[in-house]
């Protein structure tokens, strides 16, 4: 009995991939970790306005969730990767959809609608004040007067960088609506997140979220893009 409970211990341990220790390859990419999501971050609008001169929005994120897929799914396979069970997997797949497909769809629909960069950026930073005004009854937790301060502080000093850049231009209709969406869509993304697969690997997340968003991506260009 006592060898079959420290079996089924060892087993439960390798279904879940956040429990599994990093050495080598595995510590040096979490350490890189933070420096890389910055970059990529920073990075993101600049390189998105680029794509969408040469291509269609839900294109551009099919086309980007490949990419992730192949190069995170390669290293997985080196490193041997432990997956966790199917109901992780589902959770996880779920904020893929909400935050790879419907979060940057919007953000990327609102851009090629004339949206600038600026007032994109400046809405996509009111997802912590959307994400305090509702953890109290979606996760019962509290937010203190301290946070709320900063999360105040935040948003006004993301207001003061960006305000040379909050130039309406030739913004449609239909970009102030995708723009409006996306702190909603990411807020909800975030909210599930924290509430069901917290501590999923990092690895695993980027393999499924991609390949979920992936999917809902390209049914979405092939629907309603033209392709060119």
Known sequence: MAGD????????????????????????LLKAAPFLFILTWASGFPITRFGLEYTEPFTLLWIRSAIVVVLVGIYALIVRVPWPDKREIAHIAVVGVTLQCLYLGAMFSALDEGISQGVAALVAGMQPLFTAAVVGFTLGE????????????????????????????????AGFIFS????????????????????????????????????????????VESGD
């Open 180 to 223: 409006g969406l996306t702190p909603i869509f990411i807020t909800a993304a975030s909210l599930y997140q924290k509430k069901y697969c917290a501590n999923s690997d990092l690895r695993i997340v980027m393999i499924v979220q991609q390949t979920a968003a992936g999917i809902c991506n390209f049914g979405i260009a092939m629907a």
């Open 142 to 173: 509290r937010v203190t007067r301290t946070q709320w301060a900063g999360f105040a502080l935040g948003f006004a000093g993301l207001f003061i960088v960006l305000s040379e850049r909050l130039g309406i231009g030739a913004a449609t209709t």
């Open 5 to 28: 409970r420290r079996h089924g211990s060892r087993h439960d341990r390798g279904r879940a991939g956040c429990a599994q220790p990093m050495t080598g390859a595995n510590s040096l």
